[in-house]
């Protein structure tokens, strides 16, 4: 069965479609047939990040509306083997999706691919809904400050409560929290939260830490999920997080400021 | 055996009308449920026109109508003439005191079964355990409110707002092991965060109404 996988936040800008790209393409790196589809109508930026906009004829939306077909949209990834994303649409608004739209092409790709991986819009309206809906697992992607860990909170709420799996009385969406654009200098000097703190906060088992890192905008440059850029932290902090929802246990890296610790160490 | 009767106590609504505006009465109501749209729905519901009122068969129609497009059971009326009642197509409730405005009766805090909740209460969630106590054993989150006709217990932490004795019974008290509320209200007698003394923050605590006041002391320290 394929599992569909959320990534959620309702906060915007706090590294939705980077954690898609990243977790997408790891899933598939590990042999997954994955397909990552963008939710986000109207702002579309997944096909940037993963450097096939000029590749896109077929949206989600020409799928839904059956002016193409399930293969004609799907763009298949050059570099990773197993991995394809489903763009959304640039030219139409929120309202073009509908349930049973979304519900027909989630199975539609659920024959092909052994992850559903959905990049959700921010905020908490229409096409939030729609990506978290049918979702077997959501990754809450949170930013350590005070407003990104409420909105998460929020989000969370409507995981159990306004999805399909809620509303049948079925095992509850898995929940998994990834803390991104960590900071450990700044978390230091009082300017961030702790991941401590968010976990006490949000009480979900945390899924990954990924720091603060100019690979994410290197690569979103390059039409690259960062993720492939294996000698970055934010790459190596991304690939523990893919293995750890794969079952794997690994410690969590990059907790921890390098240059903080030299200092200390050295008295600097 | 065709049918099988019981008497059973159970919780239900007295909707007190002040006015003969029926237009009024329900515009208020809304703004009740839209803050609380929780509160009322699918409780039995009494109408009860206070004193000196002058109602009429149509007024009562009227308002009958709005409280049912609003979702409410229907029960009775009281308060009015028995023939007032019957060409209104509502059933009589009598002996029914009413609370008086001029002297307010403190209500007995609820006796129902409590209400288990175990999951954490997110942001932008609220919970009604009517009729009787809640019981959290999760997290209750900023942003998120609970509220119960009884007590209010949370053994964990507790961020959002709680507020106990919403019907208003004074005896209600909140508990809970990590306080660290936005509001606590008991009765309607509420305190913000930033009137609860800081010491009394990541403790266990105990808040009760004494007279209009909320009183909240330590838990694990009473009587100090
Ligand atoms: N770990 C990181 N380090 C540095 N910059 C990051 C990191 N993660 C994301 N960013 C940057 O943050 C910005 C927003 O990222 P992204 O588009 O992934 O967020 P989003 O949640 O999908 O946003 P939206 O809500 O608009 O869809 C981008 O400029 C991205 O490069
Ligand atoms: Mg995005």
Known sequence: MARVVVVTSGKGGVGKTTTSAAFGAGLARAGHRTVVVDFDVGLRNLDLIMGCERRVVYDFVNVIHGEANLNQALIRDKRVENLAILPASQTRDKDALTQEGVEKVLEGLAEDFDYIVCDSPAGIERGAHLAMYYADDALVVTNPEVSSVRDSDRVLGLLSSKTRRAERGEDPVKEHLIVTRYSPSRVGKGEMLSVEDVCEILSINLLGVIPESTAVLNASNAGMPVILDEKSDAGQAYSDTVARFLGEERDHRFLTDKKGLFSKLFGG | ?224
């Not at chain 2, 505006?21 to 729905?41: C, F, I, M, W, Y």
């Not at chain 2, 989150?141 to 964990?156: C, K, R, T, W």
């Not at chain 2, 007698?189 to 808040?207: F, K, N, V």
Request: charged fraction near 15%; aromatic fraction near 4%.
């Open chain 2, 1 to 224: 055996m065709a049918i099988e009767i019981k008497g059973r106590m159970g919780t239900f609504m007295v909707l007190r009308m002040l006015t003969a505006d029926t237009a009024e009465v329900l515009r208020q109501l809304d703004g009740h449920l839209s803050t609380a749209p929780d509160l009322l729905s699918g409780v039995p519901l009494v109408l009860a026109p206070a004193d000196g009122l002058s109602v009429t068969a149509e007024m009562l129609r009227k308002v009958v109508l709005g409280l049912k497009e609003r979702g409410f059971l229907q029960v009775g009326v009281t308060n009015v003439s028995e023939s007032l009642a019957s060409a209104a197509d509502l059933g009589l409730m009598r002996n029914l005191a009413a609370p008086s405005r001029e002297k307010p009766v403190a209500a007995a805090v609820a006796a129902g079964p409590a209400q288990v909740v175990s999951q954490p209460v997110r942001s932008g969630q609220q919970i009604y355990a009517r009729g009787g106590d809640l019981v959290v054993t999760a997290p209750v989150s900023a942003g998120a409110e609970i509220m119960a006709d009884g007590h209010i217990h949370v053994y964990n932490t507790l961020r959002g707002r709680a507020l106990a004795g919403v019907q208003g019974a004074t005896e209600a008290r909140i508990f809970c092991t990590d306080q660290r509320a936005e509001l606590l209200a008991i009765a309607g007698h509420y305190l913000l965060s930033d009137q609860i003394d800081p010491a009394l923050s990541g403790i266990s605590t105990m808040a009760w109404l004494k007279g209009d006041l909320l009183q909240i002391q330590s838990a694990l320290n009473p009587g100090g």
